[in-house]
C-alpha cells in the first residue's frame, strides 16, 4: 500500500480488491502497522461498497462503446470519486468524455 508515505484510498482499493473477506480480516489482524490496519478497516467498511456517480450502463446508453476501454475509464472515475476528484455525474461524464471522446450517438 505504500505506508512509507500518504496513500490514496483509490491506491488501497486496487491494492485490496482481489482478497476474500477473509485475507482481508487476516491481513488487518496480522499488521503491525496501525496506518496499514486503518485502510484495511476503511476499505471493509467504506471503500469497497463506494458507487460510482455514473454506471457503466448508463454511459453505454449514451452511446459510448462497451469494452475495455469504457472499463478502463471506469475505474479511473472509481478512483477519482474515491479521493475527491470526480464528486458528481456530471464530472464523471466530463471525465468519459476526455478519456473516450464523444459518443457514438452523441
Known sequence: ?????????????????????????????????????????????????????????????LGFVPGRELGRVLRLIRDGGLDGAIRDKAAALELALQQLGAPQNG
Request: with cysteine; proline share 3%; glycine share 4%.
Open 1 to 61: 500500500l505504500g505506508l512509507q508515505r500518504a496513500f490514496k484510498p483509490s491506491e488501497a482499493v486496487q491494492a485490496l480488491e482481489r482478497l476474500s473477506l477473509d485475507e482481508l480480516l487476516f491481513c488487518m489482524a496480522r499488521a503491525a502497522d496501525e496506518r496499514c490496519r486503518s485502510a484495511i478497516s476503511s476499505y471493509i467498511t467504506t471503500w469497497r461498497h463506494y458507487q460510482t456517480p455514473v454506471s457503466g450502463q448508463e454511459l453505454i446508453a
